[in-house]
T-cell receptor, first 114, second 114 residues
Framework: AQKITQTQPGMFVQEKEAVTLDCTYDTSDPSYGLFWYKQPSSGEMIFLIYQGSYDQQNATEGRYSLNFQKARKSANLVISASQLGDSAMYFCAMRAEGNNRLAFGKGNQVVVIP | NAGVMQNPRHLVRRRGQEARLRCSPMKGHSHVYWYRQLPEEGLKFMVYLQKENIIDESGMPKERFSAEFPKEGPSILRIQQVVRGDSAAYFC????????????FGQGTRLTVV
């Protein structure tokens, strides 16, 4: 079974600054994928970034980058140059190879202030 | 190409009534996943279907809940005799292949049981 842990309390971030959201995971599967999703107050789930467990480089997508430390089983999301529209809940998730379900953490609340 | 469409967006049911949640996957997608999000929680996997077949229902409650994905028409998540604890957001995701890597989420149906 996979387990995702997100324990940070809600965060206030100054506009234009960077913010790091922590995510640790636990799995016995050798091959897996890690995901981050954004859920704004309107409720939809928006895919942000994906990291495969065998990927040699950390994933990046625009202002989003994933700090993947396999030995520590962590997959922290870094949002650079925060914008007001980044205010949302952020969920870390993982999927083991050969398994079609995503396991989600409880989320991190981010509020960007001007 | 329209995204994953869920309806209704909001549904209110009295205890004991039936709730029917619909999900139309993205065009060409034959794999559908249902997740439930309780307040202040991440999403929890419920069921994975491929046209006319239930592939994995390990996350579905044993009673009152059922899901189908007929050859024609949307996928339906059906909850019979709803109770207050069923109040949650229900998300549908679809993918072209049987891998969650490419799964796209709908906007969710928020069920409130009164």
């Amino acid at each position: 079974a996979q387990k995702i842990t997100q324990t940070q309390p809600g965060m206030f971030v100054q506009e234009k600054e960077a913010v790091t959201l922590d995510c640790t995971y636990d799995t016995s599967d050798p091959s897996y994928g890690l995901f981050w999703y954004k859920q704004p107050s309107s409720g939809e789930m928006i895919f942000l970034i994906y990291q495969g467990s065998y990927d040699q480089q950390n994933a990046t997508e625009g202002r989003y980058s994933l700090n993947f430390q396999k030995a520590r089983k962590s997959a922290n999301l870094v949002i650079s140059a925060s914008q007001l529209g980044d205010s949302a809940m952020y969920f870390c998730a993982m999927r083991a190879e050969g398994n079609n379900r995503l396991a989600f953490g409880k989320g991190n609340q981010v509020v960007v202030i001007p | 190409n329209a995204g994953v469409m869920q309806n209704p967006r909001h549904l209110v049911r009295r205890r004991g009534q039936e709730a029917r949640l619909r999900c139309s996957p993205m065009k060409g997608h034959s794999h559908v996943y249902w997740y439930r999000q309780l307040p202040e929680e991440g999403l929890k996997f419920m069921v994975y279907l491929q046209k006319e077949n239930i592939i994995d229902e390990s996350g579905m409650p044993k009673e009152r809940f059922s899901a189908e994905f007929p050859k024609e028409g949307p996928s339906i998540l059906r909850i019979q005799q709803v109770v207050r604890g069923d109040s949650a957001a229900y998300f549908c995701a679809s993918s072209l292949t049987g891998k969650n890597t490419e799964a796209f989420f709908g906007q969710g149906t928020r069920l409130t049981v009164v």
